[in-house]
């Protein structure tokens, strides 16, 4: 039987294993939640949304237990990790709240006697979900999921199948009906026939842009309905009237947080010409002073990848990046260390057509690119074919919302780091993919807006 394994990246030793299903075992997963599915759809909000609360109780009452499986899996510093898990609880407390009212029927006013919208679940959803958030990305996906009355199959990264299982049992555990939510653990070879089961009604993705690009391609040639959230080469204009220090701590953290390795970290900092010199010296300073090493210390800043394999694809992205022209400012090397370590580095005078300019950089590697003005700020963050995050760093809110207002990206922070909120929709546009989660659009994506109309 084919097995999936789980390595810690700060040491590289195996975790667990895990046996894999057969596409037998796979199709009576999809069975069991499609039957699930007759009797959960018709459920009450008020009941839905106590299973969600109870939900929301597990993940908070054991915050450390999660955190520190999903550090072992991927290497996120421990108090990120502890940070996702209360921040998947929050995100149960909204949709038990507001899904009622943001799934409410919508009047409208015609020649009928009554005539309305309503919203109607879809049936099985299949999730294919990434290692970055291995609680929060599926979370995000499932709690609204869930509460519009759909039930839902996950295909997670084989390597945090600790976390896929663990999501698995608290759903079970928090009292939602047995199959509602299943792990599906196989390879990515195995996606395409879900897909095309019968009883697998929409796809949403989370990850790369290759791997959406093939989803897709495969829903569509079924007629199933997807939402893809891709990759991103976020851009954040850093203009002259800026405080330095309080900018480069937002670049700091942004482009450090989750080891470098999140869709919508900052990873292009355009500086206009004035402040370059400054902003880079003062950015240097704080990156190198990070500290690196085992991701269960609480003092940590930066662990590990995820994995070693993708730790050299950086590298090997860092060094092209160099023979381009670029500057090698601090790190880009390999530590002589166990794991999959990387330094934070940076790469200055940054220009179109090289690699750290026109690519996803997924680790703790910072593009900086230097604008001649504004104008040119814009027009070099807007030359990419991403478009998940932007932002600016400004002394005048109002300047940097009418830049805020020009970015091409489903997200653009002014004076803050681009972070998901239940309250708003998140998504990209371009490459980084299309449809909505979260907020009442998220919810909304799996839903069968049907016309009603009364004579």
């Not at 510093?77 to 995100?91: D, L, M, W, Y």
């Not at 679940?121 to 929060?136: E, I």
């Not at 400012?329 to 057509?353: D, H, N, S, W």
């Amino acid at each position: 039987m084919e097995t999936t394994k789980t390595i810690n990246p700060a040491t590289g030793e195996e975790i667990a294993s895990y046996d894999r299903i057969t596409a037998d075992e796979a199709k009576e997963k999809i069975a069991k939640a499609n039957k699930v599915f007759q009797s959960w759809k018709n459920e009450s909000f008020e009941k839905r949304a106590k299973l969600m609360h109870k939900l929301a109780d597990i993940l908070e009452n054991n915050t450390d237990k999660y955190a520190t499986l999903a550090t072992q899996e991927m290497g996120k510093i421990i108090g990120q990790s502890r940070g996702e898990v209360e921040k998947c609880a929050r995100i149960c407390r909204y949709y038990a709240d507001n899904a009622a009212s943001l799934l409410e029927n919508r009047s409208v006013e015609t020649e009928a006697s009554k005539s309305y919208v309503t919203f109607q679940p879809l049936g099985v959803l299949l999730a294919v979900m990434p290692w970055n958030f291995p609680f929060y990305q599926v979370i995000r996906f499932a709690a609204p999921a869930l509460m519009a009355g759909n039930t839902c199959v996950l295909k997670h990264a084989s390597n945090v199948q600790g976390c896929a299982f663990a999501l698995e049992e608290m759903i079970e555990k928090a009292g939602f009906p047995k199959g509602i939510f299943a792990n599906l653990n196989i390879s990515s070879d195995a996606v395409e026939e879900v897909i095309e089961n019968e009883h697998v009604k929409a796809v949403t993705l989370t990850g790369s842009e290759p791997a959406g690009r093939s989803v897709a391609a495969i829903a569509g040639k079924n007629l199933k309905k997807t939402v893809m959230e891709l990759g991103g080469s976020d851009a954040y204009i850093i203009l002259e009237d800026v405080d330095l220090e309080e900018a480069t701590d937002l670049a700091v953290f942004g482009r450090l947080q989750n080891n470098g390795q999140t869709c919508i970290a900052a990873k292009r900092f355009v500086v206009v010409d004035k402040i370059y010199d400054d902003f880079l010296e003062m950015f240097t300073e704080k990156m190198q002073a990070k500290k690196m090493g085992e991701p269960m210390d609480e003092d940590t800043f930066l662990g590990p990848m995820a994995r070693a394999d993708l730790r050299d694809e950086l590298h090997d992205q860092v060094e092209k990046t160099v023979i381009q022209g670029a500057r090698l400012v601090i790190g880009g090397k390999i530590p002589k260390q166990k794991g999959a370590y990387y330094p934070a580095t940076i790469l200055a005078e940054v220009e179109p057509g090289m690699e750290g300019f026109d690519n996803e950089l997924f680790g703790p590697v910072a593009s900086v690119i230097k604008a001649k003005n504004e104008a040119h700020a814009i027009e070099l963050a807007n030359n990419s074919t991403f478009g998940l995050g932007s932002g600016v760093i400004t002394g005048d809110k109002d300047r940097g919302e009418k830049i805020a207002l020009q970015l091409e990206a489903g997200n653009s922070f002014v004076n803050k780091l681009v972070v998901s909120d239940p309250r708003l929709p998140f998504g990209g546009i371009k490459n980084s993919g299309y449809g909505r989660e979260l907020s009442g659009y998220g919810i909304r994506e799996f839903t069968n807006t049907k016309s009603i109309w009364i004579d």
